[in-house]
């Protein structure tokens, strides 16, 4: 079956350092990737999202590239904010299907 | 139009006990999802309804736990006899099948059970 694969977390930065946060996945087909976004207290907001290979999400000065020779959908940002703060969800939606699988999360927390 | 709204927001409940959660969709979308995320991980995907209808349910749904969306608007998870193992955040979301394919969810804010 569809999974998500994201990389071991907690993540600490100083402000302005750059991020990657790096995930996998495994799918039949050409899924749609996506990124999602947890603030404290708060549900999940759709961040970026990429529906074909070598398409590019950003939003927000975050990017992710569809590569599906390595079948990642790696999250980057050059210069993290403290308000970038969050637990971060790697997503794909399969072609066969309307639900969708996430990673376990990556918590992030940028120090000033 | 406010996005998803889910209530209660919490719920604290005894072993054993029935709880329901509701939540109301964006109203012009016609797809309905419940997931389940417990601490330390990602949301699983539980069911969704298109319309009325409930298209897919997964293994986790266990006969313990109903869902209804009877007028295809707000939609209720039902848990009953409720273990301590149910304790987690369920997430209810909604999107429409007209959009593009790549299109994500838009979630609501949750309601976190715990259970004594």
């Known amino acids: 079956g569809d999974s998500v694969t994201q990389m071991e977390g907690p993540v600490t930065l100083s402000e302005e350092a750059f991020l990657t946060i790096n995930c996998t996945y495994t799918?039949?087909?050409?899924?749609?990737l996506f990124w999602y976004v947890q603030y404290p207290g708060e549900g999940l907001q759709l961040l970026l999202k990429a529906t074909k290979a070598d398409d590019k999400g950003s939003n927000k000065g975050f990017e992710a590239t569809y590569r599906k020779e390595t079948t990642s959908f790696h999250l980057e940002k050059g210069s993290v904010q403290v308000s970038d703060s969050a637990v971060y969800f790697c997503a794909l939606r399969g072609t066969s299907g309307s639900r969708l699988t996430f990673g376990e999360g990556t918590q992030l927390t940028v120090n000033p | 139009d406010t996005g998803v709204s889910q209530d209660p927001r919490h719920k604290i409940t005894k072993r054993g006990q029935n709880v329901t959660f509701r939540c109301d969709p964006i109203?012009?979308?016609?797809?309905l999802y419940w997931y389940r995320q417990t601490l330390g991980q990602g949301p699983e995907f539980l069911t969704y309804?298109?319309?009325?209808?409930?298209?897919?349910k997964s293994r986790l749904l266990s006969d313990r736990f109903s869902a209804e969306r009877p007028k295809g608007s707000f939609s209720t998870l039902e848990i009953q006899r409720t273990e301590q193992g149910d304790s987690a955040m369920y997430l209810c979301a909604s999107s429409i099948t007209r959009g593009p394919p790549g299109d994500g969810y838009t979630f609501g804010s949750g309601t976190r059970l715990t259970v004594v």
């Open positions: 109203s012009e979308h016609n797809r």
């Open positions: 799918a039949t087909g050409y899924p749609s």
């Open positions: 309804f298109q319309n009325e209808a409930q298209l897919e």
